[in-house]
């Protein structure tokens, strides 16, 4: 789990300094978007503005990984939302085609398992079809692979933090 933590340590600390950038220069920032819950409600961004730090994360429940990182997920989010961290999972079947079920077993196989952070609609996160949220953190964070912009592999991860005086996650 400490390697886990710290990959977010260190993603949070790139971005942190984009976020508060991008509020300087009044571009948008990931509260301006709206995205789909898995029943398809709309979800405005802007009610997790008062979190401390957002982890928006695509998952897949079909990985060999899967077990390992939902348990690692759901460990920090159990630890820390009281603490302000929220988690936002966005299932994706770009990766091998390890997320072909519909939102409601994907709902179901999340619940079976313990999730109690927020896993929204299944959505695409690369390409013409991926949702605005994920081009924009593309765009701003200038990619998860230093250099192509494209979004890798499952559980791929933005960790976008907000820091109030000396909060550590």
């Known amino acids: ?3 886990l933590l710290y990959q977010f340590v260190a993603i949070a600390l790139c971005i942190a300094a984009f976020i508060f950038s991008s509020r300087a220069q009044g571009t948008n ?5 709206v995205v789909q819950d898995a029943g398809g409600a709309t979800v405005s961004l802007s009610k997790y503005r008062d979190a401390k730090a957002i982890i928006i994360v695509n998952v897949a429940s079909n990985c060999g990984y899967t077990y390992t990182n939902y348990r690692e997920l ?18 994706s079947n770009q990766f091998g085609e390890q997320e072909p ?3 409601a077993e994907i709902q179901t196989f999340c619940s079976n398992n313990g999730v109690t952070f927020p896993v929204l609609a299944k959505v695409d996160v690369n390409g013409p079809a991926a949702i605005d949220l994920f ?35």
Do not use: W
């Open 74 to 91: 759901i460990g920090l989010y159990t630890k820390y939302a009281a603490h302000g961290l929220e988690i936002l999972a966005f299932p």
């Open 101 to 103: 079920a519909p939102n």
């Open 29 to 33: 920032t990931i509260f301006d978007f």
């Open 135 to 169: 081009k924009y953190l593309k765009e701003e964070k200038n990619s998860y692979a230093n250099e192509d912009p494209l979004i890798l592999y499952f559980l791929a991860r933005a960790n976008i933090a907000r820091t109030t005086g000396n909060q550590r996650f």
């Open 1 to 3: 789990m400490h390697s």
